[in-house]
């Protein structure tokens, strides 16, 4: 039976407590580092146990270690690969997940930590919160051509080489340019991806309908409310930011503007034929109060339930 204790996540709480842990020295730099074992071999140990990241962790892989696939779709692009991390997230916690954490230390890799303070006082440290990509799991990670990979070592490789040989008071505004120019090809490279794998979004797509349909069809929304954005997502086996960030390329809206769509495509059904008041529509489609859904079919439709059933009729 575990104890308390170890339900709770270790969070080492400085880069060099992390790097400790993984077997490797104190960086040079207390607030970022690079561990380059793509140019030379590195002996990681990668901590088994549940922990949480005080830091930006930034990884490229030059192998993802297999196809990866939606359903029976696979994916292209498996040359190379990054993930993201954004402080907060946990790591680790069950022997599945463990598994896989030691199989990914067989690879070689380029790793950037970056502690969040070594941000403040640059627009980074905003802006790098707007990149969705941090939140997205593992098996949405950006797979990158081999063309793509070179532009992206070449990066890692002036990082590291700033950080190694050049510590100076503009290696500060160096490292923060090169970055930020990481994140913005990180950005475009998975806007390619999302345009590049359409058949595999267009699925999604059909499946977010399904679910959609489903939910209100079998009148989940009286009992549980408006389906969240986190509940859609769950039902596709992906995440939230993934799913939005996915939809907005393919659709230019949201998640949350296609559950309104949905909400609004019920309502007309019901508006038109049924006798339902509009307060019992709003109950029935997940609504609280009647007044939120009428102020909503009016910013979608530009009218008013009532004047939509007048004009129907």
Known sequence: MKTKEEHIPHRPKTLSE???DSGMPAPQHPLITLLNGIDKTLNLKMPTYRHVLSFYKI?????????VKYGQTYFDYNDGGMLF?????IIGGNEEENATTQNDCTHRQITLLIDPKFLMEYPLSKKIKQYNY????????LHLSDKES????????????????????FSQDVIISQIELLLNYANRFYKRQFITRKPV???????????????????NALDQGIPTVHFVAQQLNI?????????RSLTGQNTQQHIHNKLI???KEKLSSTELTVSQIAYDLGFEHSQSFSKLFKRKTKQSPVEFRQSFN
């Open 201 to 219: 979004n267009n699925t999604l797509l059909g499946k977010l309908e399904e679910v959609l349909d489903a939910y209100f069809n079998d009148q």
């Open 265 to 267: 495509e019920k309502a």
């Open 18 to 20: 992390a790097l400790r």
């Open 59 to 67: 990884s490229f892989r030059p192998s993802m270690g297999g196809t």
């Open 85 to 89: 991390a954004a402080p907060n997230q």
């Open 134 to 141: 941090f939140s997205y799991a593992t098996n949405e990670a």
């Open 239 to 247: 995440s939230s930011s993934y799913l939005s960030d996915m939809l």
């Open 150 to 169: 070179e532009v992206i070592i070449s990066i890692f490789r002036i990082i590291e080489d700033e950080l190694n040989n050049r510590i100076d008071e």
